[in-house]
């Protein structure tokens, strides 16, 4: 091949190639989270959310507890930004206490039941010994009808167990246990569909010719990367888990009457509708927008940790 | 006239699960078969007994009643036809009693026919009823809601272990009633008709009437006050200013009417404490503190009675200072200073009986520190209630720890659960409690020292303080012998007072019953002594 | 080659942009050629150089958004497909221009039979009854070669192995007798003796019914076995377009030169070492200024790092997009 | 070449067979099996390249995984340097695994796509070596020197990567433990055709470097003539033939191998022109249903009776060329 | 397919006795007591009486044979005897309530009516309505339509219904007065004005319902359209010239309701049990008012039997949906 005149070097950037710009992929993500505008907006309320009901304790100091009879059933004041209920306690500080029990029980179910629907999933979907006998016990799990036996659950153990662990943690205990056991069924379906999925991928197949132990191969190849189902599924687990605990306050089977938590505020205030409808408003604003915005969360979430969608 | 009035709508948000009052003691079942069965003398309005299916009250001056008091014999009306059209004769009325004392039957009413030896039809319109004992208040047996007299000819298969089977006839009972049952459906609604056979001629005006439940207090509210789709609604316990507001919508009317219930707080005068083991709760060790009188007296004299009312009952409620108080013969007037709140006084109390605000607030004496389990069932109103109580305790000085238990345990009979109100683990326990029809006879005699719950009775009884005075026993029996209703109503409040003036039982709230009606239903007259719907027979449409 | 006749397709200067959200892709940059009756047409190239997108466009296949097609004009029968409509569009595709994609497991509907799917565009374009055209689809099925035709349309395609499904693609582009076949990378997921099979079955059909064929395909044996001519496709552009045997002997592109040197033979010299193309295919994010290539090429010099070469004449029916010219050793005079 | 001198047996392969269970009915009884590969042998000289061919699913892949004890095999007997891992448990093969290793088809696939260039060559240093974090670090930048990579790319996920520079990780990772033998399974088939060479030039130079043994499977025929020095070619399962790499090119002997060479297109038009196609007909039957007697039966245009009843025996045509087909058989 | 279907079904015999035998145990142990309800009025040497009546001194594994031999055995022959008028069942003992005496099952059956009308019709709404916005959101995605559509879906399943069953009541009931807030069981359906009765106290509920169910129900579509909007068949029916209309809703469709009408398969079991807090608001005294009622009074053959039924069902939509999955992509054929 004859020599050209000359071979003049490539200016930078002439063409572009590859982007140099070594990347994270959570950054990509969170990239493309921030296009979706709902889930931005639910992101931000949700996060406003968490620190007024863990924070705003020590802005707003009142004691959700505290009875000052002259204010009952007062409506809006300086003194009671949201007006008093009919014991005259002051409904923001018992809209937040009930707001940090919704969240931490969303929060700590959603956990519960991802550690264990994770836990199944990856243990069936990797050993396939353990396959039919696990998914036997989902398929069971599956087929027992939740919310009788959840009402059942609780009638069952809410006195052995607050006799244990006192009156707070043990209600607090079962409701987040009940719920985090009755709903890991999903979680660990499409977990182990997804490990079943990777366990042939090409690069499992190379962890275990390099000789990594089943052990390491889960932890460093199949977990991390079966996060955004289990990611999308916290997101869900946790709006779900925020509705059940409502729901069972409002059938009475929730938490105690003198323990505020939203869907326990909206219960006691619902025959008040008309007279005070703002105590039905608020917790149930905040049930719904709070559930709303995780929601939202989760749709952004799994548009974002879509590849197709993301793009490279 | 029969029937002219067309449709009513009445509405009972916990729903009737069967027609037959024997086999479920619930109020709901009671009063939604009161509608169809009837007894043979019912309480009015003012706690008086009316005679119904017989021609009067028999009693000792009119020779109905023997001169022992160990029979009493009721003469039936002439000429009663059950609605399908056969004659009820005194065999119906001894049947009844034989069917609700069979063996293996579980018939829930068969404390009314405690003593009873016999029950002979000397003629089809006659009925004897002896006692084993003398009974100075013989009217237990077919009297009130909760005793109506069956058909024999449709319950004789269903007598004993049979009691369950007869599915049929425990959703439509033949009755002598203003109406008969045309569709039962269980936990939901009962559709009625006007009875052709009944007594009175022109009566029921109503041609048909359904009897729905379900739901809540507030929605059977709204749907009689505000939107008007039914007539009359049960039990509409909700908050005053709630009912209030209802009523502005000017559909319908609330009606309120005071019995016996009393909500009250329940002093144990035994030590709880779990360190006892078989012997906690026991009559062998008394409280440590609250068997100071001064302690139990503060702590009443520290409760607003009235504010209580307000915040829970409303029209339903009225402050009281008695265990016993109704009806108006019976009610004592000499504890009436508890209806005043007096927190300075309770804290003088205490202060003169020794027992002093300590380095934390809580009085304390001898080591001993006023702190108290105060538990109740698990129910909007009663914590609201403790909240708040608990509130004034700790202004006095005294130590509060709240508990509520689930209502299905705390008054579930298990003698496995240490949580019943019965075994009462705890320092005061609130609740709520009444007797059936107007003699206190059987209530007062709660409080007798042997009916203290303790292992060797696997903790029944009923009477919870663990209370025991010679006198009041003394009382009890005196009690038992004594026919004349002002001996009678003089022994009931001295017991009433005893208990008072002890404090071992803390009443709070007399508590009533709020119906409601539409603004067009006439004749409605709340009864609080017997079923709501005793009179439904005179109900009426009235023209708007 | 079939040079005299007028071409049943003349694209002049396609342009085709993804505007997507991370940016535009330039996907296909000022692409014109012609294809003329009764010829076939290879296409190569590297993955992401623009094929299937040029071809897609012609005839309003890409999706749109994201895609945006421009262009002069895409002449086809005396009508200009880049601003017919839609509906124009519809009686084209799949009656008078037949569509054959890469991967046959993905391309046939899984739910259908194959004999629906092949009578669709039967009773739609040729407005066959129902019996007519399932007449009419066992024979076409009959044609491509799977045996027991009649019987095999109530299959589903899922039924079918790789290579038949391939058949199946190609009766249904065939079904109304199109007048031009676009054969997107036919053989590429099949395995070499099916793709002789493929090939064969493509000889033979085009010498019973005489359609034009573009065919697209990385695989330069296939082109050199099938191909009248040939373009060569690099970053959106024809860099080289000859008659298949002139750009065998006479490769003028330095990236075609590079691409026959890589490929080794089953037949021919056995090359102690493959000679390679350092580099990457650009990445396409603006309309080029410079030579696409210019960065793995071994000829460059100054002017194709500031201009964007066109085509150039190089011969008979052989046009080259560069600046050097190889017969003389220098820069192409221009 | 003919001057190979065929040195010591590495990998010795004998009858391996690798049967995946199906299992069916009521009860999900096993009904039957995919016999993906079914008895082959062969054996593997150290330091030479053997190119495994055969079409798509014929048990190429299952094959090079079998012999690396990916999977627990059905029967046969695995020896790979001397020592017999056909039965070995699990964890006792964890200790030979640094002297085999494997590099995948897809480079996408094969590289865990939450993992950086970095840990992903580093993962066999850390799993079978003591190294410390600074010298794994110098040794991880040292494979990547290997194999082509700029040293800057250490901390990037793979898929900022091309294809060709994927495949190269995916080699450097092979190499980490200085393996002997290593299975290539398509390394190339997913790459464009300029890349292509670069990552068969890079494995040539590799083995040249460290004398390494490749089993390369691929079913791209010109490229396996260009880096195999002997060839097998697979067919349903089985090996039908096996020679070094001219014989089989200029001679092949077994039908299926004249007809699979035969359809190659050649990016010639003047040979293209020439080249006699045996276009075979119908499509490879199922493993889980292989034909009776010989498997390309069904397809053969050779084919005789005695091939549909009965397995054709293996002959050894010349030293080194063995071919299973009646045709050779006892005439 | 029917080997699957068998081997299915033998295995739902294991998982439906077990299920059986964990609810009846955890009743058991349940603290609660069907005594409870009882006024406290009535001594507890009755109350002892009563409970004795009800069978509760046996012991468990006794208890639980019984309700075994009654629920499978009995039951099914009453049920044969009521369509054939045969007789075999006379004189057994049926599964009998705690509250009620009366047999457990002719209470459910009285039941079903009105859940099926109003938690059956919601879900059929639901579907109806859901189905297109979810396909209609796909093809125009990230379009206004779309974006409102997802709105309103989020907005559907993130208020609980307790909470807009409350609101609908006090706005349309009470406030403008249009429908009743007391849903009538006992209305018949005669005439055309009984029909609008019966249409305006299934109003709210079914509104409530279809609202939730409707938005998970598009999201699944919308989910599933989008996924095959991309797919190359797609593009094979737009090259044949095929109208858009055609490739969207004969192809695109067709494959994308495989996992939604698994997804409404599933969802079937709950119409009759998860609609527990809509009945209770709207006083429809259906199945899970029945349930719930049953709960508070212990009634533990109620809450066994009427658990297990629906425990029954969900085993079963499960196989149907797996089913429906093999009979609508012909991809899977089970074995
Ligand atoms: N829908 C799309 N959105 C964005 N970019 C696209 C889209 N479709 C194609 N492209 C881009 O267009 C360019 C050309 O793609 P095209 O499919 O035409 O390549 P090709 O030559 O057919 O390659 P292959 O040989 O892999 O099929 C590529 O860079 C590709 O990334
Ligand atoms: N885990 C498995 N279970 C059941 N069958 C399998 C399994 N793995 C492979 N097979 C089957 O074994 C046969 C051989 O597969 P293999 O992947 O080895 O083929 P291959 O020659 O590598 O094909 P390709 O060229 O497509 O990669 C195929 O029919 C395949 O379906
Ligand atoms: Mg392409
Ligand atoms: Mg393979």
């Known amino acids: 091949m004859t020599n050209p005149v000359d071979t003049p070097e490539l200016p930078d950037g ?299 | 006239e029969r029937g002219a009035d067309g449709h009513v709508n009445v509405i009972y948000w916990q729903a009737a699960s069967t027609m037959n009052p024997y086999l479920s003691g619930g109020t709901k079942e009671l009063e939604a078969a009161s509608l169809v069965l009837e007894p043979l003398a019912r309480y009015d309005e003012g706690g008086n007994m009316v005679p119904f299916l017989a021609e009067s009250v028999p009693t000792v001056e009119n020779g109905g009643v023997s001169a022992d008091l160990t029979t009493i014999t009721w003469k039936l009306k002439e000429g009663l036809l059950w609605s399908d059209g056969t004659p009820l004769t005194s065999a119906d009325v001894a049947f009844t009693w034989e069917y609700c004392t069979a063996e293996g039957g579980g018939c829930s009413q068969s404390e009314k026919y405690n003593d009873v030896v016999s029950v002979d039809t000397p003629d089809d319109l006659t009925v004897v009823v002896t006692f084993g004992v003398p009974k100075p208040f013989p009217y237990g047996p077919f009297v009130g809601a909760q005793a109506p007299i069956i058909q024999k000819a449709q319950f004789a ?25 045309d569709e039962f459906k269980t936990n939901d609604v009962a559709s009625m008709s006007a009875n052709p056979n009944y007594r009175d001629p022109a009566k029921p005006a109503f041609a048909t009437l359904t009897l729905k439940g379900g739901g809540d207090a507030a929605a059977a509210g709204r749907s009689v006050l505000e939107t008007g789709e039914f007539d009359y609604a049960w039990n509409l316990q909700l908050a005053p200013d709630v009912l209030a507001a209802m009523e502005a919508a000017g559909k319908g009317q609330v009606v309120s009417s005071f019995g016996t219930l009393v909500e009250r707080i329940m002093v144990n005068m035994t030590d709880p404490s779990a360190s006892l083991g078989d012997e906690r709760a026991t009559a062998a060790h008394p409280h440590p503190f609250l068997s100071d009188i001064a302690v139990r007296k503060a702590l009443s004299m520290a409760i607003d009675r009235e504010l209580l009312v307000e915040i829970g009952y409303g029209a339903a409620g009225r402050a009281t200072c008695n265990v016993l108080p109704a009806p108006a013969i019976y009610a004592s007037t000499a504890n009436d200073a508890c209806l005043v709140q007096d927190i300075e006084g309770a804290k003088a109390l205490l202060d003169e009986a020794g027992w002093v605000p300590g380095a934390d607030g809580i009085r304390e004496k001898d080591g001993v520190r006023i702190s108290v389990l105060y538990q109740t069932s698990t129910n909007a109103v009663r914590q609201d209630f403790q909240a708040i109580i608990k509130q004034w305790w700790n202004e006095i000085g005294v130590e509060v720890e709240l508990r509520n238990i689930d209502a299905s345990v705390f008054f579930g009979g298990d003698a496995g659960s240490p949580d019943t109100f019965q075994k009462f683990f705890a320092d005061l326990e609130m609740y709520a409690n009444n007797f059936d029809g107007t003699d206190p006879e059987a209530y007062m005699a709660n409080w007798e020292c042997s009916q203290a719950p303790r292992p060797e009775t696997q903790w029944q009884g009923n009477n919870m303080p663990r209370f025991c005075s010679e006198e009041y026993d003394a009382l009890v029996a005196e009690m038992a012998k004594t026919g004349d209703i002002n001996e009678r109503a003089r022994l009931a409040k001295a017991m009433n007072d005893m208990l008072m003036q002890e404090y071992v039982i803390i009443p709070l709230v007399d508590r009533g019953r709020v119906s409601a009606h539409s603004n067009t239903l006439g004749g409605v007259v709340l009864n609080t002594w017997d079923s709501e719907l005793w009179n439904a027979a005179d109900w009426y449409r009235m023209d708007m | 080659m079939a040079d005299g006749a007028a071409p049943v397709l003349h694209v002049r200067d396609l342009k085709t942009v993804f505007k997507t959200r991370s940016g535009a892709v330039h996907a296909v940059n000022s692409v014109s050629f012609s294809l003329a009756p009764g010829e076939l047409l290879g296409v190569v190239g590297e993955s992401g150089s623009g094929k299937s997108v040029t071809m897609m466009s012609l005839i309003g296949l890409v999706p749109s958004p994201p895609a945006v097609v421009t262009g002069t004009s895409v002449d086809f029968g005396g009508m200009d497909l880049l601003t017919a409509s839609e509906a124009k569009l519809r009686a084209i595709r799949g009656a008078r221009i037949g569509f054959v994609f890469q991967d046959p497991m993905t391309s046939l509907n899984p739910v259908f039979t194959v004999g629906f799917q092949l009578m669709e565009p039967l009773r739609k374009h040729m407005g066959l009854s129902k019996p007519q055209a399932r007449k009419r689809a066992a024979e076409l099925l009959d044609l491509v070669g799977i045996p027991d035709a009649h019987r095999r349309l109530k299959d589903y395609p899922h039924q079918f192995s790789g290579g038949m499904r391939q058949r199946v693609m190609i009766a249904m582009a065939l079904a109304c007798d199109p007048e031009v076949l676009i054969a997107d990378e036919p053989t590429t997921a099949l395995d070499v003796t099916i793709q002789a099979q493929i090939i064969e079955l493509m000889h033979e059909l085009r010498a019973k019914l005489g359609m034009a064929v573009i065919w697209i395909t990385h695989d330069l044996g296939v082109i050199a076995g099938i191909a009248d001519r040939v373009l060569v496709m690099y970053g959106g552009q024809i860099v080289e377009h000859a008659p298949v045997r002139e750009l065998f002997k006479n490769p003028q592109h330095p990236y075609t030169r590079a691409l026959l040197k890589t490929v080794p033979s089953v037949r021919g010299e056995r090359e102690p070492r493959l000679s390679t193309i350092e580099g990457q295919p650009p990445i396409l994010t603006a309309q080029p200024t410079i030579c696409p290539f210019a960065d793995r090429c071994p000829t460059r010099f100054n002017r194709c790092l500031t201009e964007n070469p066109q085509r150039y004449y190089a011969g008979d029916g052989h046009d080259v997009a560069c600046f050097w010219d190889f017969e003389t050793g220098t820069p192409r005079h221009v | 070449m003919f001057d190979i001198t065929p040195g010591r047996t590495l990998v010795e392969v004998r009858n391996l067979k690798m049967h995946f269970p199906i299992h069916a009915g009521v009860f999900r009884q096993r009904v039957g099996e995919v016999k993906a590969v079914d008895g082959i042998s062969f054996d593997i000289y150290e330091g030479e390249t053997l190119g495994l061919v055969g079409e798509s699913g014929c048990g190429k892949s299952t094959a090079g995984r079998a012999i690396l004890r990916l999977y627990d095999i059905t029967d046969g007997a695995v020896k790979i340097d001397g020592i017999d891992i056909s039965s070995q448990p699990q964890p006792d093969l964890r200790k030979m695994r640094p002297t085999m290793q494997m590099v995948f088809q897809d480079p996408q696939a094969s590289l865990n796509p939450r993992m950086k260039v970095r840990d992903i060559i580093g993962e066999p240093l850390e799993e079978h070596t003591s190294m410390g974090k600074p010298e794994r670090r110098e040794k991880v930048l040292e494979l990547m020197d290997a194999v082509g990579l700029n040293r800057d790319f250490a901390n990037r996920y793979p898929h900022e990567f091309s294809g060709g520079q994927r495949q190269r990780i995916g080699i450097a990772r092979a190499l980490a433990l200085n393996p002997k033998f290593i299975v290539c399974d398509e390394p190339i088939a997913a790459l464009d055709v300029s890349i292509q060479a670069q990552v068969v030039n890079l494995l040539e130079d590799l083995q040249a470097e460290f004398g390494l043994t490749y089993l390369f499977i691929s079913h791209d025929l010109s490229m396996v003539r260009h880096i195999a020095d002997r060839v097998a070619v697979m067919y349903l399962g089985r090996i039908v033939e096996i020679a070094d790499r001219e014989t089989l090119y200029s001679a092949p002997k077994h039908p299926y191998t004249q007809a699979l060479l035969s359809a190659v297109p050649e990016p010639d038009p003047w040979i293209e022109e020439k080249v006699e196609r045996i276009i075979l007909q119908g499509d490879v039957p199922s493993p889980s249903n292989p034909p009776h007697g010989c498997n390309f039966c069904t397809r053969c245009p050779q084919v005789m009776d005695i091939c549909r009843s009965e397995e054709p025996p293996e002959v050894e045509i010349t030293p080194g060329h063995r071919t299973a087909c009646h045709l050779y058989s006892n005439s | 397919m029917l080997n699957y279907t068998i081997r299915r079904l033998l295995l739902a015999i294991p998982t439906l006795l077990f299920i059986s035998l964990v609810i009846f145990l955890l009743l058991d142990l349940a603290p609660g007591d069907p005594m409870s309800s009882i006024p406290l009025t009535v001594p507890d040497e009755v109350k002892q009486r009563m409970r004795e009546a009800l069978g509760l001194g046996e012991p468990v594994y006794v208890r639980y044979f019984q309700w075994l031999k009654q629920f499978f055995i009995v039951e099914p022959q009453v049920a044969w005897d009521h369509w054939f008028g045969t007789d075999f069942s006379e004189g ?197 008012q029945l349930l719930i009622i049953a709960i508070y009074a212990s009634d533990a053959p109620m809450v066994q039997t009427v658990t297990f039924i629906f425990a029954v069902l969900i085993v079963l939509f499960n196989l149907v949906a797996d089913i429906l999955y093999g009979v609508l992509d012909p991809r899977i054929r089970y074995d």
């Open chain 1, 14 to 312: 002439a063409i572009g190639v590859l982007a140099t710009k070594p990347r994270n992929q959570w950054l990509d993500v969170w990239d493309q989270f921030k296009t979706h505008k709902g889930a931005m907006a639910g992101l931000i309320f949700f996060v406003f959310i968490v620190a007024a009901v863990y924070l705003g304790p020590f802005l707003w100091t009142l004691d959700p507890g505290y009875i000052d009879i002259r204010s009952r059933n007062q409506g809006p004041s300086w003194a009671h930004p949201f007006g008093a209920d009919q014991l005259g306690r002051d409904i923001l500080a018992r809209m937040l206490a009930g707001g940090r029990v919704s969240i931490s029980v969303g929060l700590t179910a959603m956990g519960l039941s991802l550690v264990v629907g994770t836990f199944i999933g990856v243990i069936a979907g990797y050993w396939k010994r353990l396959d039919g006998l696990l998914m036997r016990l989902t398929d069971l799990f599956l087929a027992l009808p939740l919310l009788p036996l959840l009402l059942v659950i609780i009638m069952l153990f809410r006195d052995p167990l607050r006799a244990v662990l006192g009156l707070e943690a043990g209600i607090f205990t079962l409701i987040v246990f009940v719920i985090g056991i009755t709903s890991w069924m999903q979680t660990a379906r499409i977990v182990r569909g997804d490990v079943l999925a990777l366990k042939e991928r090409e690069y499992v197949l190379a962890a275990r010719s390099i000789g990594t132990p089943s052990r390491r191969v889960v932890s460093r190849h199949i977990l991390p990367n079966i996060l955004s189902p289990i990611m999308v599924s916290a997101t869900l687990g946790i709006a779900t888990a925020i509705i059940t605990e409502s729901s069972l306050s409002f059938l009475g089977l929730g938490f105690p009457p003198d323990y505020p938590t939203w869907g326990r505020l909206l219960f006691d205030a619902k025959d008040m509708i008309q007279q005070y409808p703002e105590r039905v408003v608020w917790p149930g604003l905040a049930i719904s927008l709070t559930v709303l915005a995780v929601n939202y969360i989760g749709d952004g979430l799994r548009d974002a940790l879509d590849p197709r969608i993301r793009g490279r």
């Open chain 2, 157 to 181: 298969d269903c007598v004993g272990e049979a009691m369950a089977s007869c599915t049929d006839e425990n959703f439509a009972p033949i009755g002598t009633g203003p109406f008969k049952v």
């Open chain 5, 92 to 288: 057994k003992q049926r599964v009998i309530s705690f509250q009620n005496r009366a047999p457990v099952m002719d209470t459910v059956m009285e039941r079903v009516p009105q859940t099926l009308w109003v938690v059956g019709l919601s879900y059929v709404f639901a579907t109806l309505i859901a189905v297109p916005i979810g396909i209609y959101s796909a093809y125009k995605q990230y379009s206004w339509f779309d974006q409102i559509g997802t709105f309103i879906s989020m907005i559907g399943f993130s208020i609980p219904t307790f909470f807009s069953g409350v609101l609908l009541i006090v706005v349309f009931s009470v406030i403008l007065g249009w429908f009743p807030s007391i849903y009538d069981t006992t209305h018949r359906v005669t005439d055309w004005d009984s029909f609008v009765y019966q249409a305006r106290q299934m109003a709210m509920p079914v509104f409530v319902l279809t609202l939730y169910n409707a938005a998970q129900v598009s999201r699944f579509m919308r989910a599933s359209t989008l996924d095959n909007l991309n797919q190359d068949y797609v593009r094979t029916a737009r090259a044949k010239g095929m109208s858009e209309r055609v490739v969207v809703l004969l192809h695109v469709v067709r494959n994308s309701l495989i996992p939604v009408v698994t997804v409404i398969a599933l969802g079937v079991p709950t119409i009759f049990g998860g609609a527990i807090i809509t009945e209770q608001v709207f006083q429809v005294n259906g199945l899970g």
